[in-house]
């Protein structure tokens, strides 16, 4: 019984005791969508300056499996080309109409 007593006590104590919570500053994030098109492109078609900077020492051992024209919402365009190895290794290319290789 004393038990019972204490710890309604117990209970009744802690429920009129208040706590003390920080303030949280919420901070609004505004995120505006990009709106980027990627247009299949078949590797072949591709533009010879991109064939040339693919066939460069860096990326001969490469070989590209798919390609994309991504024009971005200001309007520039360059080719996303998906290339693989031998070895199993594969990388994402970024390279302007001009062929130079972005990375």
């Known amino acids: 019984m004393k038990r019972i007593f204490l710890s309604a006590a117990f209970l009744a104590f802690a429920g009129l005791t208040t706590v003390k919570a920080n303030t ?11 709106s980027t098109t990627k247009t299949p492109v078949k ?37 996303e080309v998906e290339i693989s190895n031998k070895e199993g290794q594969t990388a994402s290319l970024k390279i302007a109409k001009d062929g130079v290789v972005v990375e």
């Open 24 to 34: 949280v500053k919420l901070t609004t994030v505004s995120i505006q969508q990009d």
């Open 43 to 79: 590797v072949d078609a591709l533009p010879e300056a991109v064939k040339t900077a693919l066939k460069s020492d860096k990326y001969k051992t490469y070989t590209p499996s798919s390609a994309y024209l991504v024009t971005a919402a200001n309007k520039d365009e360059w080719y």
